[in-house]
């Protein structure tokens, strides 16, 4: 609960640098929304790898300091601005923004980055929805042009972003292949639409991935770690073949000769340029799909707000994902 009727609790960054930087407060003014905005009382807040390296001061996006992180949270409408006629207080609902921050017990949010959350889900995997799931349906169709019938390679599918890949093209008729390193990790990947998985710590698993593809290859890989994999990703593509990377954590070299036979690319992304018709498209495919029951977020590693600079910590360092980590702020 608030500790005060003008204040409350949030995690604040006043200097970029490592998960240290990260400090709960509990005198931060409640924010007031504005025209066209919402304020929502957060029971879950999604953790994305994004907001550690924005945290660090690694990512082109920088925040002005101080600034509470958090963009995917879950909760119930606590009041609204001008001109909001889309939402009342007491509606439940998920965002995919904020502008004041999301690790905080409430947040102003634009009423166009809020949407109705279905009964069918709580508030844990409501925070699931955003980055991953948007991510998912924008790498997988707005960039990377899949189509039923192809097949699919998501590489590191246990985390939150594999797992809502993995939902979505079995949804639309894809045949998926997924990689995990553990198998914990494994089995969740294979109960959430991958027809096959691959322990990416196993030295030969590439080998098998190729045996599996056979000699049509990959038609769209996923990419979760891409200064690990992209190299052998390469190998793996069918022509026309695409990569799609959604993650990296540095440098890594690669031959360019071998996009040329099969005239393959390598496509970037990220949610933070995508259109806003394309972010209208994303929205509409994933609620029909919560209500059909092919979106159901799988929640991993919960932490408390004191325990945020951890969740930063194992987040990035972990044995292997297991589904999205959310930070509970009630």
């Known amino acids: 609960m608030a500790t005060g009727k003008n204040v409350m609790r949030a995690v604040r960054v006043f200097e970029f640098g490592g998960p240290e930087v990260l400090k709960l407060q509990s005198d931060v003014l409640l924010p007031i929304p504005k025209e066209n905005q919402v304020l929502i009382k957060v029971h879950a807040c999604g953790i994305n790898p994004v907001e550690t390296y924005i945290r660090s001061g690694t990512h082109a996006k920088k925040p002005a300091l101080p600034y509470t992180p958090g963009t995917d949270v879950a909760g119930v409408v606590e009041g609204v601005g001008e001109h909001v006629t889309a939402f009342k207080k007491g509606d439940r609902v998920f965002t995919l ?32 929805i955003g980055i991953p799931y948007f991510t998912a349906y924008h790498a997988l169709f707005q960039k990377g042009s899949a189509k039923a019938g192809e ?6 599918a246990s985390g939150g972003v594999g797992i809502a890949t993995c939902q979505i093209a079995r ?10 390193g553990t198998e914990e990790g494994m089995s969740l ?18 080998a098998q991935i190729k045996e599996t593809a ?7 890989i996923v990419e979760m770690l891409a200064n690990v994999n992209l190299a052998n990703d390469l190998q793996l593509l069918s022509k026309g073949g695409r990569v799609m990377i ?9 031959n360019p000769r071998d996009t040329m036979l099969k005239e393959s690319s390598i496509r970037g ?3 933070f340029s995508a259109s806003k018709e394309e972010l209208s498209e994303c929205a509409a495919s994933l609620i029909a799909g919560i ?20 969740a930063h910590k194992n987040i990035i360092h972990s044995q292997g994902a297991l589904g999205k980590m959310v930070l509970l702020t009630c």
Request: proline share 4%; hydrophobic share 40%; no cysteine.
């Open 151 to 156: 097949t699919l390679l998501v590489h590191g």
């Open 246 to 254: 959604v993650g990296s954590r540095g440098p890594i070299e690669i």
């Open 97 to 128: 923004g904020t502008i004041s921050g999301g690790y905080a017990e409430y947040t102003v949010a634009s009423v166009d980055t809020v949407f109705s959350l279905s009964d069918k889900l709580d508030f844990k995997q409501g925070a699931a």
């Open 189 to 206: 990947v294979l109960q959430n639409g991958a027809h096959k998985v691959f322990n990416h710590r196993k030295k030969d698993y590439v």
């Open 214 to 220: 056979g000699t049509q290859g990959i038609d769209v």
């Open 291 to 310: 209500e059909a029951g092919w979106v159901k977020p799988v929640v991993g590693p919960e932490y408390p707000m004191e325990k945020v600079a951890d």
């Open 269 to 271: 992304l990220s949610l």
């Open 171 to 180: 949804a639309y008729g894809l045949k998926i292949l997924g990689t995990a």
